[in-house]
DNA sequence: CATTGGCACTCGGGGGCCGAGAGTGCCAAG
DNA sequence: CTTGGCACTCTCGGCCCCCGAGTGCCAATG
């Protein structure tokens, strides 16, 4: 069925057509890599590939194109991703090594991934429900109006302005600002909202709308909300498609703009060190385009996902190592600051 | 030189043009507009502008087309914006309205600008140049690290991570917080350097080089850097484009990417009643396209700019009209919150 | 003197045609 | 099983030609 010279056959036509673009035939075939044997040869092997449904030829009379399951099985059979040179390595670290901030961080990630891989990078901040709380602040912005700070152990700041129904004592806001991070610093986001309630409770009758009303508001501010952050970048890559504008770049255009999809896209929050490829049809959103996405965080358990989206014909190998490596150098960052 | 019927038919040479993308021709024109002559004297006068520089042809036989200088022209004669329909303040209002905090509001205002539009949108945010000082908040993290966080009147939060050589007394840390922002709390960003200063020099010796350390993180997050904040949405009305994409899209897409060039294109910050418009060549980096912006802010005078990028043929009336309704409803929206 | 109808002229774009080239499938021989 | 040969099939680019939209100019007109 699949004898090492088909697989043979057909990594080397996923390799010049992800190089070339255009459709590749017996003839270039047995130029380009030593195969021992002749085009003929190749050529049975191609049409035995392309009964399988590895391989498709456009027309009649012109050279063969890989399937999304000749792509999926060359990316099944990359054995193992090459390690990163030194020098990209050093790049990594380079561009990285500077920020200031998370936001800065998450901004850095996206553009040096987008140049590595040369594609559409996209990497989603650090999920609140696998963070911890670091501290949380009140501050009084005005006579009835308190922002509420939360910082998570990643770093990842939200705040959000509470408003409350009368005026607020500054040793109240101070005492219940005590009392919020004696309850939940160190803990896990998912439960605040838990212990927080103690805390309404155990409040006097006369400020428990007060305390309410700013508890409420953390909790806002703590629940994941659908649209929830990410960044995006290298969209100017898509230039490079030209001519099939319309089939390809305009769908993905959009999409993009739609963060609810990229997130769907990027798939689920897996372990920090699979990388996840989803080619062609295997996501029904873009059937033209390829995902390829990894979790990253402090740890073995992923907090959050990056990755890249590009078109089927892509570099997956490179691709793929780029990524992977993006994600633990963050993840090293994270755990560090 | 520029009689009134002249500049008829330049506006009605326009319209067509920005409705239909094709070159628009004598014939057609006496058809779609109540000019009151022939298509004889339309020639006449068409070849008269087309001497003075407001249109031309893109080959002989062809009809005519704008030059920057007729839609220069063009715009310069609209006398005044019409107000938006009530049904589109209303949408806006709905639109923004349940905004959360100041990363929200920005979002969905550069979300809006480019729906209503249907072109690139670009927000910036709130310069902190032009802000108050609101609240001061030192958060510690770590023995050695303490989050410095700054908020300005206009809900922007900066925060940043500032590294001290000695582990914290949070004694030491509660009285920093409390002198600082007695001291710079209302004061502009621009006063602060100055005033901060003296708060070092005031330190006893041994904690100087933790408050200094402090300090300069502070400055540090005050500064305003060249790739300041801002948002963009809208790069999926690029694929209107369609056909011209090499010409026109594939520069636009890498401008995006590059917020320096963005905010050189949106122009100094002006009144928050001007709606500014560059047309063409009149933007040397993106010669083939239109900038329309304005400035916003907490009355007359704008913290920061807005507005939206397109190609050289666009809908000049309503985008200045969107941009401007969309302006006016943010300032409001600013001195509210 | 501005306006207008008429008319010759000019290109750009689309359609049709053709030949070159690349690639295939099949077959018969090694 | 492999290989060289060969007939066949398409796509693509070039070429040509015609159509039509649009122009500029001119002479006539009120």
Chains 1, 2 share one sequence.
Do not use: W
């Not at 709380?133 to 990643?154: C, F, K, Q, W």
């Not at 959050?304 to 963050?330: C, E, F, K, N």
């Amino acid at each position: 069925m699949l004898d090492d010279r088909k697989l043979a056959v057909l990594r080397a036509i996923v390799e010049d057509y992800v190089s070339t673009h255009e459709p590749v035939g017996s003839k270039s075939l047995v130029e380009r890599h030593q195969l021992g044997v002749s085009a003929a040869t190749i050529r049975n092997e191609m049409a035995a590939l392309e009964d399988e449904g590895y391989i498709a030829q456009p027309h009649t009379s012109a050279g063969r194109i890989p399937t999304d399951l000749g792509y999926r099985l060359f990316v099944d059979r990359l054995n193992e991703l090459k390690p990163m040179s030194g020098a990209e390595n050093r790049a990594i670290a380079e561009f990285l090594g500077h920020a200031i901030d998370l936001d800065d961080v998450m901004l850095r990630t996206t553009r040096l991934l987008a140049q590595l891989t040369r594609q559409v990078a996209i990497v989603q901040y650090p999920s609140l429900q696998r963070s911890l709380v670091r501290h949380i602040e009140l501050v009084p912005v005005s006579g009835r109006r308190v922002m509420v700070v939360v910082i998570a152990d990643t770093g990842r700041v939200e705040q959000r302005i509470a408003e409350v129904p009368l005026d607020l004592e500054p040793a109240l806001v101070e005492l219940l600002r005590s009392r919020l991070n004696a309850a939940i610093a160190g803990k896990p986001f998912v439960e605040v909202a838990d212990v927080v309630a103690t805390i309404v409770e155990e409040t006097e009758y006369v400020n428990r709308p007060a305390v309410a009303a700013i508890v409420a508001c953390l909790l806002e501010s703590v629940v994941e909300r659908p649209d929830d952050r990410m960044v995006v970048a290298g969209a100017a890559n898509l230039a490079r498609y030209g001519s099939q504008f319309e089939t390809s770049v305009a769908p993905l255009l959009a999409a993009i703009e739609e963060h609810v999809v990229l997130l769907r896209l990027l798939g689920e929050a897996s372990s920090t060190n699979d990388v996840l490829v989803r080619i062609g049809a295997e996501n029904p959103a873009l059937p033209t385009s390829s995902v390829i996405s990894t979790g990253y965080g402090m740890g073995p358990v992923a907090v959050a996902q990056l990755g890249v989206l590009g078109p089927t014909h892509m570099d997956y190998s490179g691709t793929m190592r780029a990524v992977h490596a993006v994600a633990s150098y963050i993840g090293r960052l994270l755990t560090e600051g």
